[in-house]
Protein backbone atom coordinates (compact mmCIF):
# COMPACT_ATOMS: atom_id res chain seq x y z
CA UNK A 1 0.00 0.00 0.00
CA UNK A 2 2.80 2.57 0.60
CA UNK A 3 4.34 1.72 -2.59
CA UNK A 4 1.18 2.68 -3.88
CA UNK A 5 0.81 5.99 -1.93
CA UNK A 6 4.76 7.18 -2.71
CA UNK A 7 3.81 6.63 -6.90
CA UNK A 8 0.33 8.83 -6.31
CA UNK A 9 2.44 11.18 -4.02
CA UNK A 10 5.81 11.77 -6.65
CA UNK A 11 3.23 12.41 -9.39
CA UNK A 12 2.04 15.33 -7.63
CA UNK A 13 4.75 16.84 -6.55
CA UNK A 14 6.45 19.55 -8.27
CA UNK A 15 9.41 19.99 -6.05
CA UNK A 16 11.22 17.34 -4.27
CA UNK A 17 14.02 17.39 -1.77
CA UNK A 18 15.70 14.31 -0.52
CA UNK A 19 18.08 14.75 2.69
CA UNK A 20 20.73 12.32 3.93
CA UNK A 21 21.95 11.59 7.93
CA UNK A 22 24.46 13.69 8.90
CA UNK A 23 28.02 12.06 8.49
CA UNK A 24 26.98 10.47 5.37
CA UNK A 25 28.22 6.69 4.57
CA UNK A 26 27.76 4.76 1.73
CA UNK A 27 24.28 3.45 2.54
CA UNK A 28 22.67 7.15 2.84
CA UNK A 29 24.55 8.77 -0.08
CA UNK A 30 23.72 5.75 -2.95
CA UNK A 31 20.45 5.41 -1.89
CA UNK A 32 20.01 9.34 -1.95
CA UNK A 33 21.85 9.25 -5.62
CA UNK A 34 19.77 6.36 -6.82
CA UNK A 35 16.21 7.45 -6.05
CA UNK A 36 17.16 10.71 -7.69
CA UNK A 37 18.02 9.27 -10.77
CA UNK A 38 14.74 6.84 -10.50
CA UNK A 39 12.75 9.41 -9.65
CA UNK A 40 13.90 11.50 -12.59
CA UNK A 41 13.92 8.66 -15.20
CA UNK A 42 10.43 7.71 -14.35
CA UNK A 43 8.51 10.79 -13.85
CA UNK A 44 10.59 13.56 -14.94
CA UNK A 45 11.03 15.31 -11.63
CA UNK A 46 14.94 16.49 -10.41
CA UNK A 47 14.74 16.07 -6.80
CA UNK A 48 17.71 18.30 -5.22
CA UNK A 49 19.67 16.09 -2.70
CA UNK A 50 21.16 17.43 0.27
CA UNK A 51 23.71 16.42 3.03
CA UNK A 52 24.29 17.65 6.52
CA UNK A 53 28.39 17.39 6.47
CA UNK A 54 30.82 16.80 4.52
CA UNK A 55 31.10 13.80 1.84
CA UNK A 56 33.89 11.39 2.59
CA UNK A 57 36.42 10.93 -0.24
CA UNK A 58 35.53 7.47 -0.35
CA UNK A 59 32.12 8.36 -2.38
CA UNK A 60 33.34 11.03 -4.47
CA UNK A 61 33.80 8.36 -7.62
CA UNK A 62 29.71 7.87 -7.41
CA UNK A 63 28.29 9.69 -10.25
CA UNK A 64 26.04 12.83 -9.95
CA UNK A 65 27.47 13.42 -5.85
CA UNK A 66 28.70 16.49 -7.50
CA UNK A 67 25.03 17.44 -7.62
CA UNK A 68 24.60 17.68 -4.09
CA UNK A 69 24.28 20.42 -1.79
CA UNK A 70 25.18 21.24 1.53
CA UNK A 71 22.50 22.47 4.31
CA UNK A 72 24.00 25.93 4.20
CA UNK A 73 23.22 26.31 -0.06
CA UNK A 74 19.52 25.87 0.98
CA UNK A 75 16.86 28.95 1.30
CA UNK A 76 15.35 28.14 4.96
CA UNK A 77 12.08 29.96 3.81
CA UNK A 78 11.64 27.05 0.93
CA UNK A 79 8.55 24.68 1.14
CA UNK A 80 8.82 21.45 -0.80
CA UNK A 81 5.97 19.70 -2.12
CA UNK A 82 8.10 16.15 -0.87
CA UNK A 83 10.95 15.99 1.37
CA UNK A 84 12.28 12.03 1.54
CA UNK A 85 14.45 10.84 4.40
CA UNK A 86 16.62 8.15 3.12
CA UNK A 87 18.76 6.19 5.97
CA UNK A 88 17.81 8.27 8.69
CA UNK A 89 16.98 6.70 11.86
CA UNK A 90 16.09 9.76 13.88
CA UNK A 91 15.24 13.15 13.12
CA UNK A 92 17.99 14.68 15.00
CA UNK A 93 20.09 12.82 12.58
CA UNK A 94 19.43 15.56 10.30
CA UNK A 95 20.02 18.45 12.82
CA UNK A 96 18.81 21.51 11.20
CA UNK A 97 17.24 20.56 8.12
CA UNK A 98 14.78 19.19 10.34
CA UNK A 99 12.69 22.79 9.34
CA UNK A 100 12.64 21.65 5.73
CA UNK A 101 11.17 18.07 6.58
CA UNK A 102 8.25 19.73 8.98
CA UNK A 103 7.29 22.23 6.34
CA UNK A 104 7.21 19.34 3.83
CA UNK A 105 3.70 18.58 2.31
CA UNK A 106 4.39 14.97 1.95
CA UNK A 107 7.03 13.28 4.14
CA UNK A 108 8.37 10.13 3.42
CA UNK A 109 10.84 8.04 5.22
CA UNK A 110 12.41 5.02 3.89
CA UNK A 111 14.89 2.87 5.84
CA UNK A 112 16.00 -0.09 7.64
CA UNK A 113 16.80 1.14 10.86
CA UNK A 114 14.41 -1.41 13.80
CA UNK A 115 14.53 1.94 16.14
CA UNK A 116 12.87 4.02 13.60
CA UNK A 117 10.06 6.03 14.72
CA UNK A 118 10.10 9.61 12.55
CA UNK A 119 6.36 10.12 11.82
CA UNK A 120 5.56 10.65 8.20
CA UNK A 121 2.99 10.35 5.48
CA UNK A 122 4.71 7.39 3.94
CA UNK A 123 6.97 5.06 5.89
CA UNK A 124 8.57 2.39 4.41
CA UNK A 125 10.70 0.60 6.91
CA UNK A 126 12.23 -2.88 6.86
CA UNK A 127 13.95 -3.55 9.54
CA UNK A 128 14.66 -7.08 8.49
CA UNK A 129 16.75 -5.59 5.14
CA UNK A 130 20.35 -5.32 5.40
CA UNK A 131 20.18 -1.65 4.31
CA UNK A 132 18.20 0.74 2.94
CA UNK A 133 19.61 0.15 -0.82
CA UNK A 134 17.94 -2.80 -0.37
CA UNK A 135 15.23 -1.77 0.63
CA UNK A 136 15.21 1.16 -2.18
CA UNK A 137 15.67 -1.89 -4.60
CA UNK A 138 12.28 -3.37 -3.53
CA UNK A 139 10.58 0.26 -4.05
CA UNK A 140 11.96 0.41 -7.25
CA UNK A 141 10.93 -2.98 -8.55
CA UNK A 142 7.51 -3.11 -6.86
CA UNK A 143 6.61 0.34 -8.97
CA UNK A 144 8.04 -1.51 -12.03
CA UNK A 145 10.90 1.40 -12.04
CA UNK A 146 13.76 1.49 -14.89
CA UNK A 147 17.36 1.29 -13.96
CA UNK A 148 20.38 1.68 -15.15
CA UNK A 149 24.39 1.46 -14.87
CA UNK A 150 24.72 4.10 -12.45
CA UNK A 151 21.51 3.36 -10.22
CA UNK A 152 22.70 0.04 -10.00
CA UNK A 153 26.66 1.61 -8.90
CA UNK A 154 24.28 3.78 -6.23
CA UNK A 155 22.30 0.69 -4.74
CA UNK A 156 25.66 -2.10 -5.30
CA UNK A 157 28.07 0.70 -3.36
CA UNK A 158 24.08 0.47 -0.64
CA UNK A 159 24.53 -2.64 0.37
CA UNK A 160 28.18 -3.37 -0.10
CA UNK A 161 29.12 -1.01 2.55
CA UNK A 162 26.04 -1.40 5.04
CA UNK A 163 26.78 -5.01 5.19
CA UNK A 164 30.73 -4.36 5.62
CA UNK A 165 31.30 -5.80 2.01
CA UNK A 166 28.74 -8.54 2.60
CA UNK A 167 30.88 -10.00 5.91
CA UNK A 168 28.35 -8.97 8.36
CA UNK A 169 24.89 -11.09 10.27
CA UNK A 170 22.57 -8.76 7.93
CA UNK A 171 23.62 -10.25 4.91
CA UNK A 172 20.94 -12.31 3.85
CA UNK A 173 20.32 -14.94 0.70
CA UNK A 174 18.17 -12.13 -0.93
CA UNK A 175 20.92 -9.63 -0.29
CA UNK A 176 23.38 -11.71 -2.42
CA UNK A 177 20.17 -11.86 -5.12
CA UNK A 178 20.24 -8.46 -5.55
CA UNK A 179 23.54 -7.67 -5.36
CA UNK A 180 23.38 -10.25 -8.39
CA UNK A 181 20.88 -8.16 -10.56
CA UNK A 182 22.50 -5.16 -10.13
CA UNK A 183 26.12 -6.36 -11.08
CA UNK A 184 23.70 -7.93 -13.84
CA UNK A 185 22.64 -4.24 -14.52
CA UNK A 186 25.73 -2.75 -14.83
CA UNK A 187 27.48 -2.42 -11.20
CA UNK A 188 31.14 -3.10 -11.32
CA UNK A 189 31.98 -5.19 -8.15
CA UNK A 190 36.24 -4.32 -8.15
CA UNK A 191 35.75 -1.32 -8.93
CA UNK A 192 33.23 -0.48 -6.61
CA UNK A 193 35.17 -2.00 -3.54
CA UNK A 194 38.58 -0.53 -4.99
CA UNK A 195 36.62 2.89 -4.49
CA UNK A 196 35.35 2.38 -1.29
CA UNK A 197 37.74 0.03 0.69
CA UNK A 198 41.00 0.61 -1.06
CA UNK A 199 41.73 4.29 -1.69
CA UNK A 200 42.46 5.10 2.22
CA UNK A 201 45.56 7.44 2.56
CA UNK A 202 47.96 6.72 4.30
CA UNK A 203 47.63 9.59 7.50
CA UNK A 204 44.21 7.69 7.41
CA UNK A 205 46.21 4.62 8.11
CA UNK A 206 48.54 5.65 10.71
CA UNK A 207 45.55 7.43 12.23
CA UNK A 208 43.51 4.19 12.77
CA UNK A 209 46.62 2.27 13.67
CA UNK A 210 47.18 4.89 16.31
CA UNK A 211 43.47 4.66 18.02
CA UNK A 212 43.71 0.90 17.44
CA UNK A 213 47.31 1.15 19.91
CA UNK A 214 45.27 3.29 22.25
CA UNK A 215 42.54 0.79 22.97
CA UNK A 216 41.22 -0.21 26.64
CA UNK A 217 39.72 -3.36 27.19
CA UNK A 218 37.55 -4.59 30.20
CA UNK A 219 35.86 -7.46 31.38
CA UNK A 220 38.93 -10.03 30.39
CA UNK A 221 38.89 -8.39 27.12
CA UNK A 222 35.40 -9.08 26.10
CA UNK A 223 35.05 -4.77 25.93
CA UNK A 224 36.86 -2.98 23.47
CA UNK A 225 36.83 0.53 23.85
CA UNK A 226 38.44 3.45 22.05
CA UNK A 227 38.07 7.47 22.81
CA UNK A 228 38.86 10.07 19.81
CA UNK A 229 39.15 13.24 20.65
CA UNK A 230 39.34 16.22 18.30
CA UNK A 231 42.87 16.72 18.93
CA UNK A 232 43.64 13.52 17.74
CA UNK A 233 42.20 13.71 14.15
CA UNK A 234 43.38 17.07 13.50
CA UNK A 235 46.77 15.33 14.49
CA UNK A 236 47.18 13.43 11.33
CA UNK A 237 45.36 15.96 9.47
CA UNK A 238 42.12 14.09 9.26
CA UNK A 239 38.16 14.59 8.65
CA UNK A 240 34.95 13.11 10.22
CA UNK A 241 36.04 10.57 7.78
CA UNK A 242 38.71 9.25 9.64
CA UNK A 243 36.81 6.88 12.39
CA UNK A 244 35.18 5.20 9.42
CA UNK A 245 35.46 1.11 10.55
CA UNK A 246 37.49 1.58 13.14
CA UNK A 247 34.57 0.46 15.58
CA UNK A 248 35.18 -2.95 13.09
CA UNK A 249 38.71 -3.29 13.41
CA UNK A 250 37.98 -3.76 17.38
CA UNK A 251 35.47 -5.90 17.06
CA UNK A 252 37.42 -7.90 14.64
CA UNK A 253 39.81 -8.79 17.35
CA UNK A 254 38.96 -12.78 18.66
CA UNK A 255 38.13 -11.61 22.41
CA UNK A 256 36.20 -8.81 21.86
CA UNK A 257 32.21 -9.27 22.16
CA UNK A 258 31.42 -5.75 21.99
CA UNK A 259 33.27 -2.38 20.65
CA UNK A 260 33.00 0.79 21.46
CA UNK A 261 34.27 3.92 19.67
CA UNK A 262 33.79 7.62 21.40
CA UNK A 263 34.51 10.75 19.16
CA UNK A 264 34.59 13.56 21.19
CA UNK A 265 31.97 16.02 19.29
CA UNK A 266 32.39 18.80 22.24
CA UNK A 267 33.86 19.07 25.61
CA UNK A 268 32.04 16.72 27.83
CA UNK A 269 29.83 15.70 24.23
CA UNK A 270 30.41 12.46 22.61
CA UNK A 271 29.40 10.17 19.96
CA UNK A 272 29.15 6.86 20.29
CA UNK A 273 29.43 3.75 17.79
CA UNK A 274 28.83 0.46 19.16
CA UNK A 275 29.13 -3.02 17.84
CA UNK A 276 28.76 -6.57 19.07
CA UNK A 277 29.18 -10.41 17.70
CA UNK A 278 25.88 -11.41 20.21
CA UNK A 279 24.45 -8.60 22.42
CA UNK A 280 21.95 -6.06 21.50
CA UNK A 281 23.77 -3.07 21.49
CA UNK A 282 20.99 -1.22 19.73
CA UNK A 283 19.00 -1.50 23.26
CA UNK A 284 21.60 -0.12 25.16
CA UNK A 285 21.82 2.71 22.92
CA UNK A 286 18.13 3.20 22.92
CA UNK A 287 18.80 4.33 26.72
CA UNK A 288 20.71 7.05 25.66
CA UNK A 289 17.85 8.25 22.56
CA UNK A 290 20.16 6.19 20.17
CA UNK A 291 19.33 3.38 18.61
CA UNK A 292 20.04 1.31 15.31
CA UNK A 293 20.55 -2.50 14.97
CA UNK A 294 20.80 -4.96 17.11
CA UNK A 295 24.39 -6.09 16.47
CA UNK A 296 25.81 -2.33 15.43
CA UNK A 297 24.09 1.20 17.19
CA UNK A 298 25.09 4.59 18.27
CA UNK A 299 23.79 7.68 20.56
CA UNK A 300 25.08 10.90 21.64
CA UNK A 301 25.79 11.29 25.46
CA UNK A 302 27.21 13.78 27.60
CA UNK A 303 29.85 13.61 30.24
CA UNK A 304 33.50 12.86 30.59
CA UNK A 305 34.59 9.66 28.32
CA UNK A 306 35.97 8.03 31.77
CA UNK A 307 32.38 7.83 32.63
CA UNK A 308 30.79 6.99 29.70
CA UNK A 309 32.52 4.08 29.37
CA UNK A 310 31.62 2.85 33.09
CA UNK A 311 28.13 3.09 32.06
CA UNK A 312 28.39 1.52 28.83
CA UNK A 313 30.16 -1.38 30.43
CA UNK A 314 27.60 -1.67 32.99
CA UNK A 315 24.83 -2.06 30.71
CA UNK A 316 26.76 -4.58 28.75
CA UNK A 317 27.58 -7.01 31.62
CA UNK A 318 24.07 -6.91 32.63
CA UNK A 319 23.78 -8.76 28.94
CA UNK A 320 25.67 -10.88 30.69
CA UNK A 321 28.86 -10.27 29.10
Given at each position: ?7 D ?6 N????S?VNP??D ?5 L??KE ?6 KR ?8 K??K?YQ?LK ?6 HL?Q???S ?7 L???A ?8 K????K??I????D ?12 I????AS??G????K??E?H???F?E ?8 A??T????F ?7 L????A ?6 G???Q?IY?N?YE ?6 VMF?AYC??K??YF??N?IA?I?V?K ?13 E?L ?5 SI ?6 I?LK?I??N???I??R ?21 A?C????S????IK??TN ?6 I
Open positions: MEFLKLDSIKISKILIIHDGTLGSMALLIYKQYKPEMMVISIPAFGVNDIKSFDNMIYDMVIVDVALDRIFDAIFYDAKKVVIHHKTNDIKANIRVESSSTEVLFVANGWQDNIAEAIYTILDTGGRFDNTKETLKISKLVGMANPLKCQKSKNFQVNAENNKSTYKDIEKFGGGEDFTGVEMVRETTEVAVEDKLFKSMSKNIDVAEICSIYNGGGHKYAGVIKGAKDIKLEIQKQG
